[in-house]
T-cell receptor, first 116, second 115 residues
Framework: DQQVKQNSPSLSVQEGRISILNCDYT??????FLWYKKYPAEGPTFLIS?????DKNEDGRFTVFLNKSAKHLSLHIVPSQPGDSAVYFC???????????????FGKGTHLIIQP | SQTIHQWPATLVQPVGSPLSLECTVE??????LYWYRQAAGRGLQLLFY??????ISSEVPQNLSASRPQDRQFILSSKKLLLSDSGFYLC??????????????FGPGTRLTVT
């Protein structure tokens, strides 16, 4: 049973436009959410996170939105740049799991392709 | 600043052979350490985590094991590899920040192919 779902395996966006990556979760105990970016044959790089006490967190071109009632979060990248082409993973953890000490639950990832 | 190292970067091993992957972290003390695996077309699956020397928790049953002989060293092992053990293995670390361990930082990974 997949607790974190990224239903779009791939997404193609034109350079300069907004990229929106979506993520859904089923475990109501999750209270912290993260986005990672991954290039082939490299480890994931932490991008941005959000606590469940917030509904929005912004860092430069990246904004994460959280809708707790819908158990849905999204990552907005604007404007999209060629270097943003990568696989993006959504991840979640729960405070009651030792404050997140016992690891993250990841989605399967969305391959974002930025077209020139 | 903190850095995390994994080796080897790539490995091709026959079925039934042993495995040892090593991960070390620099620039931090008493980190939580994690092993994840990314199989082809799948997300990252947590295999083991450790909150201290000699303390290992396993998330999924498998023929892999982990050990933490030193504070900043985490080793993934197998006595006999299976074809299904092929994948991209990632080590990660986290420390207590703002009341949680949530944010994890990953190493470069090891590509294991079992033939």
């Amino acid at each position: 049973d997949q607790q974190v779902k990224q239903n779009s395996p791939s997404l193609s966006v034109q350079e300069g436009r907004i990229s929106i990556l979506n993520c859904d979760y089923t475990n109501s105990m999750f209270d912290y959410f993260l986005w990672y970016k991954k290039y082939p044959a490299e480890g994931p790089t932490f991008l941005i996170s959000i606590s469940s006490i917030k509904d929005k967190n912004e860092d430069g071109r990246f904004t994460v939105f959280l809708n707790k009632s819908a158990k849905h979060l999204s990552l907005h990248i604007v404007p999209s740049q060629p270097g943003d082409s990568a696989v993006y993973f959504c991840a979640a953890s729960a405070a009651n799991s030792g404050g997140g000490a016992d690891g993250l639950t990841f989605g399967k990832g969305t391959h974002l392709i930025i077209q020139p | 600043s903190q850095t995390i190292h994994q080796w080897p970067a790539t490995l091709v091993q026959p079925v039934g052979s042993p495995l040892s992957l090593e991960c070390t972290v620099e620039g931090t003390s008493n980190p939580n350490l994690y092993w994840y695996r990314q199989a082809a077309g799948r997300g990252l699956q947590l295999l083991f985590y450790s909150v201290g020397i000699g303390q290992i928790s396993s998330e999924v049953p498998q023929n892999l094991s982990a050990s933490r002989p030193q504070d900043r060293q985490f080793i993934l092992s197998s006595k006999k590899l299976l074809l299904s053990d092929s994948g991209f293995y990632l080590c990660a670390w986290s420390v207590w920040t703002s009341g949680s361990f949530h944010e994890q930082y990953f190493g470069p990974g090891t590509r294991l192919t079992v033939t």
